[in-house]
Structures are given as structure tokens and as C-alpha cells.
């Protein structure tokens, strides 16, 4: 038995020793070679059993002597990303060469030496300079793969007919002005790619490609295909994206095997309905037509997958759409859609949903941007309960300080007789208006203190679907004061509700002349036109130099830093072109022209604006959410959360006024969220310790908001001294408290617990807010405790909103050299900068800096910088406002280390980065961009470093690439670890 056994153990050494003698022979088969420094690569001896060589990346301009007499055996070569101008001789002496890849060079002509490579069955030439083919190409009969994209093309040779045997075909983005009819000869052909040349038709012959499965001609000129086009029967994907088309020829429903068509980017103005054949269709791709509606028969593609249908004039879905039951993919952004079908939650599978930029309201907005999952619980609670329609409108009053809003609140919201006299600034206000009670229109308006101490807090109430007024003091108002008083509301207003609703109302018109108003109104008028056709200009200009980098070749994009764009993908551009066209086509609706009022006792013009603004509040094309439809038990849920007077209510609180209105636990969820979502209450659901609270006291909330934000050390200082229990704190103490609190923003939570002492009730009801103000990057606690305090140790927290020193306390980061321009040569520095051209949103830099305390330690806060610890690596972020019109307000994340530890400065920054993006998305139609900066130049210490596109962070490093040239100095090369991360960000920083 042990023999047996010894006999096996023996016969499975043999065994996994000849595996490994197998593998190493297999190995020592292949070779890579490479250079530096543009050496001349000498071959190893005894090569003569290489079957394939790797020579890519290496700038090669001839190649090493003795190649095609040494490797006899050689079946593939690879000589992509080198200098080649011509096909290197001992290339033609590799008789049985199979695989020959020579892309990504400088061939101008093609030898018609090719013809000896008679066994090549794959060959590369793509990315080159080349005009012609050799005629010799039609000998290559076992020809099966061939690229030929990316070149200079402009015909094929009478021989590429020969070439029976291809069945693969890249000659996209050549120079082709009509379809060759070589290609007809093609017999076997099964993957065609003819996108990105000039072809204005097809063939009536194209029905002669029976094998072919897969036909991309996206970008080219076609206005029409042939009816023989729908005999290609074994077609199964086709591209036809960005071309003129505005109908598919009648008998394409023979296309049965079809599985994926795009006919993005077209002219089609009606849905062609010769589509609802292709009963096995698994994607369409209708996006940027002109369609109109979408017919019930769409159901009868129920195997579709993917339905992009975005950026049309769509009005309304069919109720067959909730059939596709295998739908995975629904894109309807952009279009006009203001009710989805009934049953919309059927389609569960989907994971990609976009529905922005429509006029929902069944279901409202809210709910249809959280998900398909939230939209089937509004339509199953609908069906629970009547529906109910209760129109309410929030008005927003926003303007200078002594603009007069607070007057213009009280004369719209007050009968004529009883108008009180309320003195303004004393923060955030908000105000139940019923305008018409007949009709139960009602406006909550907010009213928006001028003063800047509350800029951090106002963005939280600037939200879509809103009525902006904005107040203009007639009589202070100059006109080179235009922007103060009206244009940067307009770009903060662009910025935060793209496609908002602007009424500009001049007060005080008591105490101007007729001429005077005139002059001002027309004024105001011309300016703002003046400033809206400068933006459009400029954005418009961006999308040309965009659409100009995708009118480029890839390469000619990734050859110079010079270039526009440098090294962009085209994904990430068409990302920005849809970015800028966004933009454009979401600009303020700005009602003209300026109304006129005076909130004296004559109350001049105060009637006819309420009747404006209840007009303009029902015009549905307008404000079609004021007629959202809602599941009554929702309406009960939020009129039953405002009955409480506390500052906040319990989940399980929440959970029974649910019941009394009809909601099981279940079912409050969806509820809740929707109410989040449209500003009702507050409800966060992500949040471990909040979630278990429902905050409905909004009034209250903004009370608390207020007092952290007068800036006023008197009015604080009474606050805390008007109570008797303040815990043996002198007022000297607690002058010292407030002092520190208005210069470095600190404050301990006892302190805080005093001045809330009017609005809290218990030790519970500060935590909460507390964790509130973090929750909105208001403040943050720099030594937060884990467990129960001990010996009394005071937690403190910190608002950085209220940090005066202009540059804080950094001898660490200086000592490791933040000077990069003179000693430690060897530190690298990596700094990513976003530019705002229009406007820096207030307050972001302070919620920034609640934000990134998470991702560091050891921080040292400035008014506008921050210097702290990832680890042991150091980061300093920096906000430099514009010194000027012309220049750009920057924000800036750096951090530095040796270069083969760089890796670590970039574990460092890119979490910040990634929450930069995040705070970004808050402010939709703003402008920005991001940019690396050279770190070349910043070593050098240039005022004005070079900078790479921002795009690049969410791209992988360049195949073959070790350093690019910076432009600033065309000596000096920068490694490319400094400019691409080790691994890509999920999302370019510059996209939203």
C-alpha cells in the first residue's frame, strides 16, 4: 500500500514539473522589450523560438539589426506607440507573422511590401498619417481583422474586394466621402465601422454584406437609408447616432435579428413606428430627436433592456410602457412629461433612471427623483387614499440690505389697514400668505435678510419651483452699482435654480420722480439683457471650442499639451458639451419688466403685484407644481406634523400621526421622504443618529439658524445674560465666550445651550441640533468624546464661517516646506484648483471646511485656508477671492510628497476632492472649472502655472506614457503621476 502510494506521489512531481517546464517554455515564447531615453534596443540571444514580440511604447524609430533573421518562429510583433514613418524593412522577412500591429504611429505611406506577410490574420494601422493602401493589401487572404481607423483615407484600392476572408473592419474616422465599394466584395464581413467619415448615403449594394452583425456609421452624413438596407438579416447591432435622419425605410422590420439600435442626435420628428417590429430588440437609443409622443405599441418590444428617449418634446408615456418588464434602463430627462403612467413601479428592475428637467407633478418631482421605488409607493398610496390637490407656491423675497423686503412682506401679506411696522435684518422669516382663499392659493414666503452674515445659511432656502422676487431700492439703486444690486442675484439665482422664476420689483418709488423710475427701470432692464447675452456668449464660446476638441482626432488631442483639451476622451467632453448645453438651455426666466411699488401708506402698486404674482403663480406652463397631485394621507401626514409645538418629534411619533392619517410604518417612509424633499420638514434618512427624528418645526429651526448668524456681539451677549442659571459664569466669562466665538468661531456647548435656552427644552433637544448644524456643514466638534465626559472636559465646536485670521497657525506644514520653490528638491507638489469665472457660491468654503474635518487631523483653520494632516501626509486647502472682474475666484487642495511616494499625496487629496464634488452638485447650474496644476511650474515658483484639465483625474494614465512636456517650458517634463491619480475618480470633478 505504501508503495502504491509513494509510486502516485512520485508521478504527480513528474507531473507538475513537467506543467512548469511547459509554462517556462511557454514564457520564454514571448518577449517584451523596452527603452529609455530613446536608446537603440539590442536583441538577447537565442530568440530564434520567440513567437511573439513586444515592442511598444518606445519611441523607436528604426529597429534593432539582425530581427527578421533571428525570429523565424515569430507569429506576432507589436510596434504600436513608436515613431515609425515608414514600415521598418525586417518587418517584410517575418513570413509567419500572423498578428502585426503598427498603430499609434507616424506612417505616411504604406509599403506594398506588405504583400509578403501572406499568413498576417490580424493587422493594426490605425492612428497613423496614412492617405492610400497599397494595392499589394489584396493579397492578404487570410486576412480576418483589420484597423484602419483614424487615418487619412480617402478610397480603397480596386484589391481590398480580394480580402474574402475579413471579417472585422475598422475604417472609422478617415476621410472617405462616400461608402467604398470594395466593401460590397466583403462576402464574410460581419463587423463593419464606418463612423466619423463623410458618407452622405449608402449603397443600394449594401444588401450584398449577408454576414454582417454589427454596423456602427454614427457621425457621418446620411439622411436616408436604401430599402435593400432591411435585407442585411443578420444584422444585430446598429449605430446611426448623430446623422440627419427623419425616417427608417418602411420594410425595416425585416431586421429581426436585430438587438441594438441607436439613432441618437437624428431629425426624427414622429416615432418610427416600423421599430415596434423588431419584436426582439434589446436597446433603442432615441435621444436628442424631436419626437413628440412615444405610441402605446411599445410594449410590444418586451424585451427591451435599455430606453433612452431624453432630450425630445416628449408630453406623456403610454400606459404600455410599464409592461417592458425586463427595462433595466429608462432615460427621459429633458422632455415634457407632467404625469407617469399608473403602475409606473412594475418597472422594478430599473437601475438607470433619469428624469429630470420635465414639468412632473403625478408624481411630484420629489418623489420621481428619489426612484422608481419611491415613485410605486406614491402610486400605491395614491391609490390608498382620494387624491388630493392643495396649491401652495413658496415666494422668495432676496435682495440688498434696506432693499425694503421686509416692508414688501408685510404688504403682501397683511390687509391694507393693518400693515405693522416691523423693522427688517433680524435674519431668516417665514410667512403663511393665503392669497386667495377661494381658490386655497397659498404662498409661504421667506423673506431673506441683505445682510452677509447670513450668506451661509440662505442658499439652504434658494430651491426649484420657487417664485424669486427680487427687491431693488430705487432710490439708492445707481447704475455702475447694476451688479450689487441685481446681476450677482442673478448669477447666484442661475447658479442655485437654473430655469427659475425672477420678478425684479422696485420699491421706494415714493420718494423718486416719474423721470427717475423711468430712467431706473429701463436701466436695470438693458443691463440685465447686457449681462445675459455676455454669459450666453461666453458659454457658447465654450461649446464651440468643445465641439471643435471632438471635431480633433483623439491623438491629436493626446500629441501636445499645446492642444485644447489636452488629453481629454471624448466621453468627458460630450459629458461638458451636455454640461454647457444644460446651461444654455436652462437660463432665468426673468419677468419684465420691473414692477414698480411703494409700501408707504398710499401702498402704491401693492395690489396689482399681488395679482401678478397670483397670475403668474397659476400659469401651469410656468409652475405646473403648484398643481402637484398628492395621496391625501401624505397631505394629512404634514398638516397633522405641524400641530406639535416642539422642536422635533420621535420616528415612532411621526409613526403614529401616521396612522391617524391613514399611513401604516410601511408606507410612512415614502412619505417622510417626499416631505424632505419639497422642504416641508426635515427628515434624514441616511443619517444614523437623525433618522430617528422628523425635525417639522421649521419656524423654530430658522430661529436657532438666526441666532448663530447676527454676527452682533451685543445682541449675544444679552442672550446669555438674561438668564439666571448660567452655571457660575461670570459676564466676563461669557464676554470672553462670545469674543472668541465672533473671531475664531468657537464655541463650548454649555455656551451654546444658553443662548438656545428660548428654543430648547432639554439636554436631548441640543444634541439633536447640534447634530443638525453638522449635518448641514454649519459647524463641526473639534473634540467630540466617545463616551461620557470626564472631569467635566468641555466639548467644543467650531463654525468656520466665523474665522477671522487671515492665515492660521501652520509651522508643521511650513517646516515640510509648503515653499516649494527653494530647498527639498526631491518633494513633489500635487494641487488641484477649481476656477468659479461667475460666482463662488457663498458660504461653500466654510461648509467645505465642516465637511473635510472627517478625512483629516492636526488641522490649523484661516479665514481662508486650512492646514492639516491625511495620516502623516500634509494638505492645505486655499480659497483666493477675485481680486478683480477679470479674474476668477479659485479654490485650491494640495499636498506634497517625495515621487515615489506621490501615491500618497493623492490617497491625500482625492477624498477631499470627492467632497468638494460633492457640496458642488448642491448648486446645479454653475459654472467651474478644475484644473492640475503643473508641478514643474510650482516648484519653480511661477505666478502663473501651467494646468492640465481637470478631466484628466477621471481617466486611467496613458497607455506607454512616462512624462509630458509642460507647455510653460518645453525643456522640462513633468512625470505623469503628477498629473493622473493611480486610479481614476469615479466622476470627473468638472461634471455634474
Not at 498603430?103 to 506588405?114: A, D, K, V
Not at 427701470?521 to 447686457?530: E, G, V
Amino acid at each position: 500500500m505504501d508503495g502504491k502510494e509513494n509510486k502516485l506521489k512520485t508521478a504527480r512531481l513528474w507531473r507538475d514539473a513537467a506543467l512548469r517546464s511547459r509554462k517556462l517554455r511557454s514564457n520564454l515564447r514571448q518577449l517584451t522589450l523596452s527603452t529609455h531615453n530613446n536608446q537603440k534596443i539590442t536583441l538577447p540571444e537565442n530568440i530564434n523560438e520567440i513567437e511573439a514580440l513586444n515592442l511598444g511604447n518606445n519611441s523607436l524609430q528604426e529597429l534593432p539589426e539582425g530581427l527578421g533573421a533571428a525570429l523565424i518562429n515569430l507569429h506576432i510583433l507589436i510596434l504600436r506607440r513608436n515613431k515609425f514613418a515608414s514600415i521598418p524593412l525586417p518587418v517584410f522577412e517575418l513570413g509567419h507573422l500572423t498578428e502585426l500591429d503598427l498603430s499609434h504611429n507616424c506612417l505616411g505611406n504604406f509599403s506594398e511590401e506588405i504583400g509578403c506577410l501572406k499568413n498576417l490574420k490580424k493587422l493594426c494601422i490605425s492612428h497613423n498619417k496614412l492617405t492610400a493602401l497599397p494595392s499589394q493589401i489584396g493579397t492578404l487572404q487570410n486576412l480576418e481583422e483589420l484597423d484602419i481607423s483614424f487615418n487619412e483615407l480617402c478610397q480603397f484600392p480596386r484589391s481590398f474586394g480580394q480580402l474574402k476572408k475579413l471579417r472585422t473592419l475598422d475604417a472609422d474616422h478617415n476621410k472617405l466621402a462616400q461608402f467604398p465599394q470594395e466593401i460590397l466584395l466583403l462576402s464574410d464581413l460581419e463587423e463593419l465601422d464606418c463612423s466619423g467619415n463623410k458618407i452622405d448615403c449608402l449603397p443600394t449594394g449594401i444588401m450584398t454584406l449577408q454576414s454582417i452583425k454589427i454596423l456602427w456609421l454614427s457621425s457621418t452624413k446620411i439622411s436616408a437609408l436604401p430599402e435593400t438596407f432591411c435585407d442585411l438579416k443578420n444584422l444585430e447591432s446598429l449605430m446611426l447616432d448623430n446623422n440627419a435622419l427623419t425616417a427608417l425605410p418602411q420594410p425595416f422590420g425585416k431586421l429581426q435579428r436585430l438587438k441594438m439600435i441607436n439613432i441618437s442626435s437624428n431629425f426624427f420628428e414622429a416615432f418610427p413606428l416600423v421599430i415596434l417590429e423588431l419584436v426582439g430588440l434589446e436597446e433603442l437609443y432615441l435621444s436628442r430627436n424631436k419626437l413628440s409622443f412615444v405610441p402605446e405599441e411599445i410594449g410590444k418590444l418586451f424585451m427591451l433592456a435599455n430606453l433612452w428617449l431624453d432630450n425630445n418634446k416628449i408630453t406623456y408615456l403610454p400606459d404600455t410602457i410599464v409592461e417592458l418588464s425586463k427595462l433595466e434602463e429608462l432615460v427621459l430627462q429633458g422632455n415634457q412629461i407632467a404625469i407617469l403612467p399608473d403602475n409606473f413601479g412594475k418597472l422594478s428592475r430599473v437601475n438607470i433612471w433619469k428624469i429630470k428637467d420635465n414639468p412632473l407633478i403625478q408624481p411630484p418631482y420629489e418623489v420621481c427623483m428619489k426612484g422608481i421605488p419611491y415613485i410605486a409607493a406614491y402610486q400605491k398610496e395614491l391609490a390608498h387614499s382620494q387624491p388630493a390637490v392643495k396649491p401652495r407656491l413658496k415666494l422668495v423675497l432676496m435682495g440688498l440690505k434696506d432693499a425694503g423686503k421686509t416692508k414688501l412682506r408685510q404688504c403682501l401679506v397683511s390687509k391694507r389697514q393693518d400693515i405693522p411696522a416691523v423693522p427688517g435684518n433680524k435674519g431668516i422669516d417665514v410667512t403663511n400668505w393665503i392669497a386667495d382663499v377661494e381658490r386655497s392659493l397659498t404662498f409661504i414666503v421667506y423673506d431673506l435678510s441683505g445682510d452677509n452674515n447670513y450668506d451661509l445659511i440662505k442658499p439652504f432656502f434658494l430651491s426649484p419651483g420657487a417664485l424669486y422676487i427680487l427687491v431693488v431700492n430705487l432710490k439708492a439703486y445707481m447704475s455702475k452699482h447694476f451688479y450689487t444690486y441685481v446681476g450677482y442675484f442673478l448669477h447666484l439665482l442661475s447658479a442655485k435654480v437654473p430655469h427659475g422664476v425672477v420678478c425684479i420689483v422696485g420699491t421706494h418709488m415714493d420718494l423718486c420722480s416719474e423721470m427717475e423710475i423711468e430712467e431706473k427701470c429701463l436701466d436695470i432692464h438693458r443691463q440685465i439683457a447686457l449681462q445675459e447675452k455676455r454669459d450666453i456668449k461666453f458659454l457658447e464660446g465654450l461649446a464651440h471650442k468643445v465641439d471643435r476638441a471632438l471635431g480633433q482626432d483623439y491623438d491629436v488631442r493626446t500629441s501636445s499639451p499645446h492642444a485644447l483639451f489636452y488629453g481629454v476622451s471624448d466621453k468627458n467632453l460630450r459629458r461638458k458639451k451636455a454640461q454647457l448645453q444644460y446651461l444654455l438651455n436652462n437660463r432665468l426666466q426673468i419677468l419684465s419688466p420691473v414692477f414698480c411699488v411703494s409700501c408707504a401708506k398710499d401702498l402704491r402698486n401693492a395690489q396689482r403685484l399681488k395679482e401678478k404674482l397670483m397670475s403668474v403663480a397659476e400659469h401651469r406652463e410656468i409652475f405646473p407644481n403648484l398643481h402637484r397631485v398628492l395621496p391625501k394621507s401624505w397631505q394629512m401626514l404634514e398638516e397633522l406634523h405641524f400641530k406639535p409645538q416642539e422642536l422635533w418629534v420621535s420616528w415612532w411619533d411621526s409613526a403614529r400621526l401616521g396612522l391617524q392619517a391613514g399611513l401604516t410604518e410601511d408606507r410612512l417612509q415614502s412619505a417622510l421622504s417626499y416631505l424632505h424633499e419639497s422642504g416641508k420638514l426635515l427628515y434624514f434618512e441616511d443619517s444614523l443618529t437623525l433618522k430617528e427624528y422628523v425635525f417639522h418645526n421649521l419656524s423654530k429651526l430658522i430661529d436657532i439658524l438666526n441666532v448663530f448668524f447676527q454676527r452682533d456681539a451685543t445682541m449675544l451677549l444679552q442672550k446669555l445674560l438674561i438668564h439666571d442659571d448660567m452655571d457660575q459664569l461670570t459676564a466676563a466669562q461669557l464676554h470672553h465666550y462670545v469674543e472668541g466665538f465672533l473671531l475664531h468661531g468657537l464655541l463650548p456647548s454649555h455656551v451654546i445651550k444658553l443662548l438656545l435656552k428660548a428654543h430648547i427644552k432639554t439636554q436631548q433637544d441640543l444634541h439633536l441640533i447640534l447634530e443638525l448644524l453638522e449635518k448641514m456643514g454649519l459647524c463641526y466638534c473639534i473634540n467630540k468624546l466617545k463616551s461620557k465626559p470626564l472631569n467635566g472636559a468641555t466639548v467644543w465646536y467650531k463654525f468656520p464661517w466665523y474665522v477671522k485670521n487671515q492665515t492660521p497657525h501652520a509651522e508643521a506644514w511650513i517646516n515640510g516646506s509648503s515653499n516649494m520653490s527653494g530647498h527639498l528638491f526631491a518633494v513633489e507638489q500635487l494641487q488641484i484648483e477649481y476656477n468659479f469665472p461667475f460666482l463662488f457660491p457663498p458660504g461653500l468654503f466654510a461648509r467645505y471646511s465642516v465637511q473635510v474635518n472627517a478625512h483629516v487631523v492636526q488641522r490649523s483653520d484661516g479665514k481662508f485656508q486650512i492646514f492639516a494632516y491625511r495620516g502623516k501626509v500634509p494638505v492645505v486647502v486655499s480659497y483666493r477671492p477675485s481680486q478683480s472682474g477679470l479674474q476668477a475666484d479659485t479654490l485650491s487642495i494640495a499636498s506634497h510628497a517625495s515621487l515615489p511616494n506621490i501615491w500618497t499625496a493623492w490617497q491625500a487629496i482625492i477624498p477631499l476632492v470627492e467632497e468638494l464634488n460633492v457640496l458642488l452638485q448642491e448648486w446645479p447650474g454653475l459654472y467651474y472649472t478644475v484644473h492640475v496644476l503643473c508641478s514643474k511650474c510650482l516648484k519653480r515658483g511661477s505666478p502663473n502655472p501651467h494646468t492640465f484639465p481637470g478631466e484628466l483625474l477621471s481617466q486611467p494614465r496613458p497607455e506607454g506614457v512616462t512624462e509630458i512636456i509642460c507647455p510653460k517650458n518645453g525643456s522640462e517634463r513633468v512625470n505623469v503621476a503628477l498629473v493622473y491619480p493611480p486610479t481614476p475618480t469615479v466622476v470627473s470633478p468638472c461634471l455634474k
